[in-house]
Nanobody
Framework: QLQLVESGGGLVQLGGSLRLSCAASGYPLEPLAIGWFRQTPGKEREEISRISSRDGNLYYADSVKGRFTMSRDNAKNTMYLQMNSLKPEDTGVYYC???????????????WGQGTQVTVAS
């Protein structure tokens, strides 16, 4: 069974950077649809980025495009989210997720990490 464990969250100043990691065990990430989501106070969970299982393409939400970079290291079976030029509105709990299907990614049927808190101070 696939298990996902995030790390790398923390407190950072406006304009700073953080790199989140999501280590997978029990199944390889490579063939899966994988993504990062965040839950910010008072808002619904938002998809930040994903790598499609169908074509391997990367997708980003407009709110993070140009600032965040998602990647995957198949040898380490780990996905990453490099976050630069952080803003206070990026504050929230960040989750990694995976699913065999693009359609299942981000739903209750997929696999989720436990979440890691990111706080950006102004």
């Amino acid at each position: 069974q696939l298990q996902l464990v995030e790390s790398g969250g923390g407190l950072v100043q406006l304009g700073g950077s953080l790199r989140l990691s999501c280590a997978a065990s029990g199944y390889p990430l490579e063939p899966l649809a994988i993504g990062w989501f965040r839950q910010t106070p008072g808002k619904e969970r938002e998809e930040i980025s994903r790598i499609s299982s169908r074509d391997g393409n990367l997708y980003y939400a407009d709110s993070v495009k140009g600032r965040f970079t998602m990647s995957r290291d198949n040898a380490k079976n780990t996905m990453y989210l490099q976050m630069n030029s952080l803003k206070p509105e990026d504050t929230g709990v960040y989750y990694c997720a995976a699913d065999p299907s693009d359609y299942g990614l981000g739903t209750d049927f997929g696999s989720w990490g436990q979440g890691t808190q990111v706080t950006v101070a102004s």
